[in-house]
């Protein structure tokens, strides 16, 4: 079987793109970068391509479409971008699987939720998000979902929680705090770091896309995430008990998400998928390959 | 005071420019197409092109962003163009309103929705859109209000009834209606006919516009709908009693929109605006001036 992965030069994209590999696949990347991951075939190609997207889609079974405006703050800059990218991209996405009768699964983020409504936050709770990186990745996942609806697409949208691991973009928070606490720097958590974070580690992110491509699920979303939540200052408080330095709390930024605990429950029964690694065992993982890579 | 009347050669964005010149206003159409609307000053460009858009939002106080692709049956046969046009553009529009500090009215539409969970359906009531249509004028509406929420925009969104009267499209359900009813031909109706709608007179969404302009309420959708709600049977019916033919049914369109009873009553307490042109008013109204335009 062949893997389409888009974004497969990004942090998560190369996750999917080798989880894809270990389980036997044949892997094609699509990102505007070329990827490194050894043994995908790399095409190089924008998601507002039509022809290059309808191409790269032909030739495989299953789509694993990581590719986005990813960085927040970038869509925040950005918005008409990480629209474009984020929601007619993904269309272009899913008319090209239309069109050739293949299997999509999505990025989607547990960020669509916006304020909870009661929690734990199931697939049925309302989605009021209000950032444009999450309003456009809803926008795309609802796209998705209804050319399921209304013209036979077999997809499935996956709400991330947010991911970790290896290769992590310089400007998350996990590198942010990692970076200045190894520079004796003090580590600022915005507002007072008791916002919860379900932590995902993007193994296991990846092996979810590998099941929910391998399963014939279609036209609903599932929350893709781990059952443990950490909150903001107990990342900061961790790094810093490895790196030892101050953490201080800073204003709340505008816009940011709330706190909330999603359920991963539904998944669970329907692709028997659940988070393996440890918040503990990934974040050691992560600040040792840190170091690796320095020495 | 000035307004860009964004989508102005189309059916409802032509009241809307008209309404403003009525109210005072010096009106700017900013369309695809030439608006041969008396007294505007027309410009030709493309919601996608940045600088047009950016331009024409400098130039003006208000913009009442009317323009989309409207149409259901297009969206549906390219989702792409209304995600390009419904939220790229959109965002676009908001951009420049923030760049230059001007208000924004948005067309939104009552059909963000979807099924309904209580009713009637107040603003608070959760967005689950299945349709193109709908996905893409959500996408738009959450873009321009984050935008008010996170960088200081000044705008309104107006969720509109099924807006009807002179210079409707030919393939709205009045014109199909009306144009078989005419030749003698059987008038058929999707489903059971059962499926109610909360048509409202394109003049009194006009005035909606003008006082959303006027106003300065900001960040927020209201609902802008006429309260009376008419069946696509008694639709039928009525047409039918002008111009006796039979009326079928047919199968359920998939994709169509539940039926659902919309509340009005925010608006009316926000902006004093309540519809004002009954259906029988409004119908009779739009078949007298098809029958004039043949004669």
New interface residues.
Partial sequence: MRALVTGAAGFLGRHVARKFLEEGWEVIAFDTRESDVEGVQSIQGDLLD?EAVDAAVASVDVVAHVAAIGDVYLA?EK??LA??VN??GT??I??AAVAHGKRVVYASTWEVYGEPEYEPIDEEH???????YN??K??GE??L???C??RGLSGVALRLGTAYGSGLRPNSVFRIFIDRAKRGEPITVAGDGSQGRQFTHASDIARAFVLAAESDVSGIALNTVAPETTTIRELAERVAARYPTEVTFGPKR??DVPPSTVSPKKIEEVLGWRAEVSFEAGLNELMDELEAQES
């Fill in positions: 039509v925040a918005p008409e629209a474009a929601v007619v269309t272009n899913a008319n309302p989605c009021r998000p209000d950032h444009p309003i456009t809803l926008g609802m796209m979902l209804s050319a609806e209304l505008p816009g």
